[in-house]
């Protein structure tokens, strides 16, 4: 069964840090760009960073520039979003998502899978 597993998420006071992981089962991931997304609530699911497959070339949105990170343990066969100096801004539920494509995973129009998601809050 192929499927994405997020973990990692759950309250943080603002400044601190979470880093998400995402499992991947059911196949490998090595082959595959990989994405991070959110959705707040009342709004869209917004992309935050992607990655192609060799980490070569990786992009973020700029309000997170700086302060995330994307990285993958192909051994793991896992994905990880470091999240540092977080922001209330930045509470939402967070989706992990793979494509054959960069930057195509970017936009989370052709994903191949999606995680389940997971919560991420941030307040004092």
């Known amino acids: 069964q192929v499927q994405l597993v997020e973990s990692g998420g759950g309250l943080v006071q603002p400044g601190g840090s979470l880093r998400l992981s995402c499992a991947a089962s059911g196949f490998t991931l090595d082959s595959y760009a990989i994405g991070w997304f959110r959705q707040a609530p009342g709004k869209e699911r917004e992309g935050v960073s992607c990655s192609d497959s060799d980490e070569g070339s990786t992009w973020y949105t700029d309000s997170v520039q700086g302060r995330f990170t994307i990285s993958r343990d192909n051994a793991k066969n896992t994905v990880y979003l470091q999240m540092n100096s977080l922001k209330p801004e930045d509470k939402a539920v967070y989706y992990c998502a793979t494509d054959l494509f960069f930057p195509a995973v ?14 991420v809050t941030v307040s004092s």
């Open 106 to 119: 970017c936009l989370g129009v052709t994903v191949d899978y999606w995680g389940q998601g997971i919560q």
